[in-house]
């Protein structure tokens, strides 16, 4: 399973972000992670789809300005970042894992086998 991310870049603080993950084969549990500099890696979204059912959970840094549109699907996935801080600057990540989550919500680094390359994002102030 391998996973290609785009989109990121810089914004002003307060301005919005989205970007995408294309996985090469279906998967119906997904994650994004971001890293800022001198930080572990933090779980901050993830989608399951599997079993009839969407679930979607977030952290609590990003509740209510990050989603996983309802345009995700199997193989290609999203991050809306809307109302962005400098706090939010770090390289972002998506993850997977198919065919379904082990555990929910699933926002450890170890839910997941499958990453992709990363992403920059800034928000400055």
């Known amino acids: 399973l391998d996973l290609v991310e785009s989109g990121g870049g810089s914004v002003q603080a307060g301005g919005s972000l989205k970007l995408s993950c294309k996985a090469s084969r279906p998967t119906f549990c997904v994650g994004w992670f971001r890293q800022a500099p001198g930080k572990q890696r933090e779980g901050i979204a993830t989608l399951y789809t599997g079993g009839g059912t969407t679930d979607y959970a977030y952290a609590d840094a990003v509740k209510g300005r990050f989603i996983i549109p309802r345009e995700s699907d199997a193989r290609t996935f999203y991050l809306q970042m809307n109302s962005l801080t400098p706090e939010d600057t770090g390289v972002y990540y998506c993850?997977?894992?198919?065919?379904?989550?082990?555990?929910?919500?699933?926002?450890?680094?170890?839910?997941?086998?499958?990453w992709g390359q990363g992403t920059q994002v800034t928000a400055s102030s």
């Open positions: 993850a997977a894992r198919a065919p379904a989550c082990l555990s929910w919500p699933a926002l450890n680094s170890q839910d997941y086998p499958a």
